[in-house]
């Protein structure tokens, strides 16, 4: 449970810091003319394929780890199932997609130039 909770808190953070340091290239975006619902999606793909990208490594190191049997890391894969991971990266995902979600609404709600000096 603290796994998972430590999980959760540290990809909040992250994709938290992501879309805001994005703010001033989608108020560009917006600028330029595209509508919000296609601003929206390419946020929502950006943060999926980020989320999956990062754990795909994330894992292949730790298979990598655990077939050496690399310390801490081997003993920590040993008494952590697949399926844990599994439900990391999907609730990871779930996340990314929720923070995006309130991002678009938030930024699709304010003004170009209100944005644009905000970021």
């Known amino acids: 449970v603290a796994f ?5 808190l540290l990809v909040y953070v992250i994709v938290k810091l992501i879309l ?4 001033k290239d989608y108020t560009i975006f917006r600028s330029l003319g ?5 601003i929206k999606l390419f946020s929502y793909i950006e943060i999926v394929s980020l989320i999956l990208f990062s754990s795909l490594i994330v894992l292949s190191v730790i298979a990598v780890c655990s077939s050496l049997k690399i310390g801490v890391i ?3 894969f040993y008494y952590v ?6 439900l990391i990266v999907l609730l990871s995902v779930l996340l990314g997609l929720l923070l995006a979600y309130r991002f678009n609404k ?3 709600k304010k003004s170009i130039i209100s944005t644009m000096k905000d970021a």
């Open 106 to 108: 938030y930024l699709i």
């Open 34 to 38: 595209l509508d919000a619902k296609t």
């Open 20 to 23: 805001q340091s994005k703010k």
């Open 81 to 86: 199932g697949s399926e844990h991971y599994f």
């Open 4 to 8: 998972l909770l430590g999980s959760y």
């Open 74 to 76: 081997y003993s920590f």
